[in-house]
């Protein structure tokens, strides 16, 4: 499915023409734009010459990110199988911005957290997620529900996407938890997956959620469903 919009100038403006009557019955509706204001052209004017400069703050550092990765406890459920490096942090930060859509959960300036889309299937309509809480004392404020509801969002509704799909291990029952209340369903448990440093093997679910079941997710987050 698709969608075509096309502009109609007049044909007083040099290499423009307009669309002839074959071409216009293949729109459902049309939008007379008039010339703007004075007002209106001082307010473009302003917006897109002006020298003033966003005032821009980070609020990420490699650092930082190097330090929540390689916490124990993060390392154990992101099951990591190395301890990271800085040089680690930058090159796996430029795979990320090349093959997906990372972002940082900030919270009053402050960053907690990684979210993102990658493993994009663009013949199926389908993408990841991953996400993790780097700070330990914002726990139990749904921050991690909020962050996964509104990529899912962008994911649905801007990106158009079909259905998205995450991966978990078994033992991590509060994440599992936490993504079904964001309408994922679980789907598989694969067995054995992952090496645990006692020794033993881990299982892995595997979930996914489509954007009906997004939906309904988010419509219980906004009215404080539990």
Same mark, same amino acid.
């Given at each position: 499915p698709f969608f075509v919009i096309a502009t109609q100038n007049p044909i007083e403006q040099e290499g423009t023409y307009p669309l002839p009557e074959a071409q216009l019955d293949r729109f459902m509706f049309n939008i007379k734009v008039d010339y703007p204001t004075l007002e209106d052209e001082r307010l473009i004017v302003s917006m897109s010459t002006r020298s003033e400069k966003p005032d821009l703050s980070k609020v990420l550092s490699a @650092?930082? +990110?190097? &330090?929540?990765?390689?916490?124990?406890?993060?390392?154990?459920?992101?099951?990591?199988?190395?301890?990271?490096?800085? @040089?680690? +942090?930058? &090159?796996?930060?430029?795979l990320a911005r090349g093959q997906g859509r990372p972002f940082v959960i900030e919270v009053d300036g402050r960053a907690i957290g990684r979210i993102g889309l990658n493993a994009?299937?663009?013949?199926d309509a389908t993408c990841s997620l991953y996400v993790f809480i780097g700070e330990a004392d914002v726990g139990g404020k749904h921050l991690g529900r909020e962050a996964i509801l509104v990529l899912l969002g962008h994911a649905f509704e801007d990106l158009g996407m079909r259905l998205v799909e995450l991966w978990g291990l078994a033992g991590n029952e509060r994440a599992l938890h936490t993504y079904e209340r964001c309408g994922f369903r679980r789907e598989a448990r694969l067995r054995e997956r992952s090496l645990r440093r006692e020794g033993w093997y881990e299982d892995h679910v595997v979930m996914s959620v489509t954007r009906p079941e997004y939906e309904i997710a988010r419509a219980a987050f906004s009215v404080g469903a539990e």
């Open positions: @650092e930082r +990110i190097l &330090a929540w990765q390689n916490h124990p406890e993060i390392a154990r459920w992101m099951d990591y199988d190395q301890t990271f490096t800085l @040089e680690d +942090i930058r &090159a796996s930060e430029v994009f299937q663009e013949r």
